[in-house]
T-cell receptor, first 115, second 111 residues
């Protein structure tokens, strides 16, 4: 059973460009979460999605950041007009539909570098 | 405010030297406490979930325990391959999907 998959693993963008990060949850999981980890800092919650629905986006910056989880295909975290401060590791996690245990399983992350 | 604090920030041990990592939490109502291991350049790897005070879980050289205010991750006779950052996390009471992570303890085991 494949784990959570993220691509690309590394992404380099120049200031002002767009970054698209993809996440495929574990098989059978329908809940997806995005986290950001800045150098020497802990993981910070960004957004929680189910298929075609954003459930909680309270951790997302109000501008330039958006997320979706379409009926078909991976979840996408999109950052428009990237700035140097967006450089970080972005992790996706997933959990099964009736996750009473709230356990989340993480992907390997996408490391975004903004030049 | 819900909060998770881990100590120490970093811990260097000799191979075979047992020790404990601490995670203290403040949350309105505990819905579980998670321990993860994170290796450099990788995503967190799930280790344990604890739900109630007095609960203990073990995996190889690791044992996690829980009280009403803190959790300990005990490591017995560690090996160099146990070197990693260990993260503690709790779901917010108001929104169980939103997990709060501590900043982690960087554990280094010298051979």
């Amino acid at each position: 059973n494949a784990g959570v998959m993220q691509n690309p693993r590394h992404l380099v963008r120049r200031r002002g460009q767009e970054a698209r990060l993809r996440c495929s949850p574990m098989k059978g999981h329908s809940h997806v979460y995005w986290y950001r980890q800045l150098p020497e800092e802990g993981l910070k919650f960004m957004v929680y999605l189910q298929k075609e629905n954003i459930i909680d986006e309270s951790g997302m910056p109000k501008e330039r950041f958006s997320a979706e989880f379409p009926k078909e295909g991976p979840s996408i975290l999109r950052i428009q007009q990237v700035v140097r401060g967006d450089s970080a590791a972005y992790f996706c996690a997933s959990s099964p539909p009736s996750s009473g245990d709230n356990e989340q399983f993480f992907g390997p992350g996408t490391r975004l570098t903004v030049l | 405010e819900d909060q998770v604090t881990q100590s120490p920030e970093a811990l260097r041990l000799q191979e075979g030297e047992s020790s404990s990592l601490n995670c203290s939490y403040t949350v309105s109502g505990l819905r579980g406490l998670f321990w993860y291991r994170q290796d450099p350049g990788k995503g967190p790897e799930f280790l344990f979930t604890l739900y109630s005070a007095g609960e203990e879980k073990e995996k190889e050289r690791l044992k996690a325990t829980l009280t009403k205010k803190e959790s300990f991750l005990h490591i017995t006779a560690p090996k160099p391959e146990d070197s990693a950052t260990y993260l503690c996390a709790v779901p917010r009471y108001s929104s169980a999907s939103k997990i709060i992570f501590g900043s982690g303890t960087r554990l280094s085991i010298r051979p």
